[in-house]
Every structure is written in C-alpha cells, then in structure tokens.
C-alpha cells in the first residue's frame, strides 16, 4: 500500500485517520473530475450531449451494481445518503400499529426517516439500547414482532465502529415479514458487501467516506418490489420514462430506480464517485479489507497496552475501518485539538476517540498515533 499512498500528497504531511468523517481522495479522482469540469460543465453543451449525459449516469449505476452485487436498474443516484434512506423510507407502506427497529448507535440518517414516518402514521419506532457501544442480533430480536415493518441500522456505526453481520438481520427481519434497510456509508469502499448474498432489502451511502468519491453523490439500491409500483415523493422532468421528449402532458414512470432521479443531476461528483469506485476495484476491496484490518487490529493492541476501554469488537468480523476508544478522566475534545497540532488527525465521538485509517495510511502512522497519545496523557 505504499505505493497507493502516493496517491494521497498530503498522508506526507500528516497523519490522518479520520476516514469516518471524510475521506482524502486519489489524485486520479481529483484530477478525473477536474478534467470532466473543464471539458463539459465549463463549455455548456459544445461538447456536452444528451447521449453523454446518459453514459455518465449508467456507467456509475453500472460500478455500483457491480461494488454491491445487485442489478443497475435498481440503483438510483443520489446526493447523499439521507436522500436514498428517504426514498426508501417514502416507498414503504404502514399502517397503524406498524412499528420500526433500529439502535441508539445510530447517526441521525437512519433514525430520522422513520421518525418522521412516527409522527405522520402512528408508526412506534424503537430502539435496542447499546451496551458499552454494543448492540448484539439478540438485543433486536427482543424488539421484532409481527408488526415490524422495518429494521433500520448500519452496516459499521458510525461512533463505536461495530459493524453487524447483515446475513443474520436480514433473515431476523424476513421471519416477521420486515424489509432491512441498511446505511452503508461507514462499510463500502473496506468490507466486501453483496446486497444479494446478505438478502439486504433497501441500502444507501454517500461517496465521500470509505469510497474515496466526492461531496454530492452517493446512491440507493432497491429490491424492485419496493419501488415498482411507488409514485416517488418528487417528480421532475427526469421522472418520465421518455425525459429526453420533454412532453409536458405525457408522464409514465420508469419500470427502474431511476423514477427518483428527478431533476437535474450531480454530473461532476457522480462521474467522481464512478472513477472513485474504479479506483478501489483496481486495487481490490481484499487486499484493501486486509489491510485496513491489520491497522485497526495493531491500533487496538497500542490503545490496549495504554489501558484504554476500547469499544469496538475485537473480533475481525465485528468491525471495520473504526476503532473507537476511551480513557479515564480524558477532555477528548482537547486532546483532538492537541493530536491536531501535532498533524494527527482524528475525531470525538460517543464520548469516545474515534480513529479511523484507510488505504492511505500505514504502521508508521499508528505507531506515531499511539505515541502521541502517551505524550498528551501526561
């Protein structure tokens, strides 16, 4: 991986394991995008055509399909990873009495939706509580009964760093007839994830974290009998299924994901996100799985051997890019701001130390980290 690290200029000046909050990006995404500005969005639609417009929007439905294992007809693009968890959100039906499990671990993203849904519908939305940033298949399953709809969680939380084995949710969800909706934006671009053999219902991400793609993309892939005969929350000229005839008394939907793709899309950032996901398969989501394991798994013995708590699971299996640790009586908020100013760039979260490395980093970087942090205890 050393020689992916020339990608990134500035892992050179610091060390930055804050992958969980935002990504560096490969200079041969910056530059692919710099490039896609300057030729079309710069100079209208001199070079700029419909057929173009087409061909950047399948071909990153097409890498997508082929990160996540699914069909390109049943991704639809996206903003971000809120927009996708709305759309499917918008496409479930409920009725009174219908309620939603998901966890205290959640980022806003997943629970909001459904919270929303709560107040509008009747629907309960409830939560299995966290032990020690924790919440094990056993804690949902005493929330699911027959009158779940929907089970809401991430594939890797965000603050503790657990990451849920899907296979297991999913087939706890399909018992009582519920749809998995899962928020993967913490998992994709680290851990292998086939939405086919796990039997994920709905999922959704951005681009700007572990996929190493830009602000303004991401995605949302759908089962297509959640979405087939869904009336999207919002129409615009792109909703027809013959948009480019541009007939204002005419509007049939799409028979794909693409009836919420609406408007005017993100061209930059969603050519970004296809080159982005080029990136990673060209350098392999095992080899890169691999090695981010063995930085969280040396991370985990330096933080051990300092006598942190630390929150994240041990086991390989339960975990991903995050590890997440605590300390007695430690203001994470100034030790943040000190580790910040000796170039070591990591993030608070849940009370805690978040830590996250990615391709670009090494053992260096984790050595220096956990030496710093002996020097900002004392």
Same mark, same amino acid.
């Given at each position: 991986?050393?020689?992916?690290?020339?990608?990134?200029?500035?892992?050179?000046?610091?060390?930055?394991?804050?992958?969980?909050?935002?990504?560096?990006?490969?200079?041969?995404?910056?530059?692919?995008?710099?490039?896609?500005?300057?030729?079309?969005?710069?100079?209208?639609?001199?070079?700029?055509?419909?057929?173009? #417009?087409?061909?950047?929007?399948?071909?990153?439905?097409?890498?997508?399909? #082929?990160?996540?294992?699914?069909?390109?007809?049943?991704?639809?693009?996206?903003?971000?990873?809120?927009?996708?968890?709305?759309?499917? @959100?918008?496409?479930?039906?409920?009725?009174?009495? /219908?309620?939603?499990?998901?966890?205290?671990? #959640?980022?806003?993203?997943?629970?909001?939706?459904?919270?929303?849904?709560?107040?509008?519908?009747?629907?309960?939305?409830?939560?299995?509580?966290?032990?020690?940033?924790?919440?094990?298949?056993?804690?949902?399953?005493?929330?699911?009964?027959?009158?779940?709809?929907?089970?809401?969680?991430?594939?890797?939380?965000?603050?503790?760093?657990?990451?849920? /084995?899907?296979?297991?949710?999913?087939?706890?969800?399909?018992?009582?007839?519920?749809?998995?909706?899962?928020?993967?934006?913490?998992?994709?671009?680290?851990?292998?994830? /086939?939405?086919?053999?796990?039997?994920?219902?709905?999922? @959704?991400?951005?681009?700007?974290?572990?996929?190493?793609?830009?602000?303004? @993309?991401?995605?949302?892939?759908?089962?297509?009998?959640?979405?087939?005969?869904?009336?999207?929350?919002?129409?615009?000229?792109?909703?027809? *299924?013959?948009? #480019?005839?541009?007939?204002?008394? *005419?509007?049939?939907?799409?028979?794909?994901?693409?009836?919420?793709?609406?408007?005017?899309?993100?061209?930059?950032?969603?050519?970004?996100?296809?080159?982005?996901?080029?990136?990673?398969?060209?350098?392999?989501?095992? /080899?890169?799985?691999?090695?981010?394991?063995?930085?969280?798994?040396?991370?985990?013995?330096?933080?051990?051997?300092?006598?942190?708590?630390?929150?994240?699971?041990?086991?390989?299996?339960?975990?991903?890019?995050?590890?997440?640790?605590?300390?007695?009586?430690?203001?994470?908020?100034?030790?943040?701001?000190?580790?910040?100013?000796?170039?070591?760039?990591?993030?608070?979260?849940?009370?805690?130390?978040?830590?996250?490395?990615?391709?670009?980093?090494?053992?260096?970087?984790?050595?220096?980290?956990?030496?710093?942090? *002996?020097?900002?205890?004392?």
């Amino acid at each position: 991986m050393r020689r992916v690290r020339e990608d990134f200029p500035i892992s050179n000046e610091v060390v930055y394991m804050n992958t969980a909050a935002i990504s560096l990006k490969p200079v041969q995404v910056i530059d692919a995008m710099t490039e896609f500005m300057k030729g079309y969005e710069a100079n209208g639609t001199v070079n700029f055509s419909d057929s173009l #417009e087409g061909e950047v929007l399948e071909n990153a439905r097409c890498r997508i399909s #082929e990160l996540i294992g699914c069909r390109s007809d049943d991704i639809a693009l996206t903003t971000n990873t809120s927009e996708g968890i709305n759309f499917v @959100a918008h496409s479930i039906k409920f009725e009174h009495g /219908n309620n939603v499990v998901t966890t205290d671990l #959640e980022f806003p993203t997943v629970t909001y939706p459904w919270l929303k849904i709560a107040k509008e519908k009747g629907v309960e939305v409830r939560f299995a509580l966290n032990r020690n940033g924790i919440v094990s298949v056993e804690d949902l399953e005493k929330l699911v009964d027959d009158n779940t709809r929907v089970i809401a969680l991430s594939h890797v939380e965000y603050s503790s760093g657990q990451r849920f /084995n899907l296979r297991e949710v999913a087939d706890l969800a399909h018992r009582h007839g519920a749809i998995l909706v899962v928020d993967a934006v913490q998992s994709l671009g680290v851990i292998p994830l /086939n939405v086919k053999r796990e039997n994920v219902d709905a999922l @959704a991400s951005a681009a700007y974290k572990w996929l190493l793609g830009p602000f303004g @993309a991401g995605f949302v892939y759908m089962r297509k009998e959640l979405y087939e005969n869904v009336m999207p929350p919002f129409v615009g000229w792109r909703s027809n *299924k013959e948009h #480019e005839e541009y007939d204002p008394q *005419k509007f049939t939907l799409p028979e794909t994901a693409r009836r919420f793709e609406y408007g005017g899309m993100p061209y930059t950032p969603i050519y970004g996100l296809t080159k982005a996901i080029e990136y990673i398969m060209s350098i392999g989501i095992e /080899n890169i799985r691999e090695h981010v394991m063995n930085l969280t798994q040396k991370l985990i013995d330096g933080l051990n051997d300092l006598g942190a708590q630390i929150l994240t699971p041990s086991n390989r299996e339960q975990r991903a890019g995050i590890v997440s640790a605590r300390f007695d009586k430690m203001d994470y908020d100034k030790i943040v701001e000190e580790l910040a100013k000796n170039k070591i760039i990591v993030s608070k979260r849940m009370n805690a130390l978040r830590i996250s490395p990615h391709i670009y980093n090494v053992e260096e970087d984790v050595m220096k980290f956990v030496e710093a942090i *002996k020097k900002v205890r004392k």
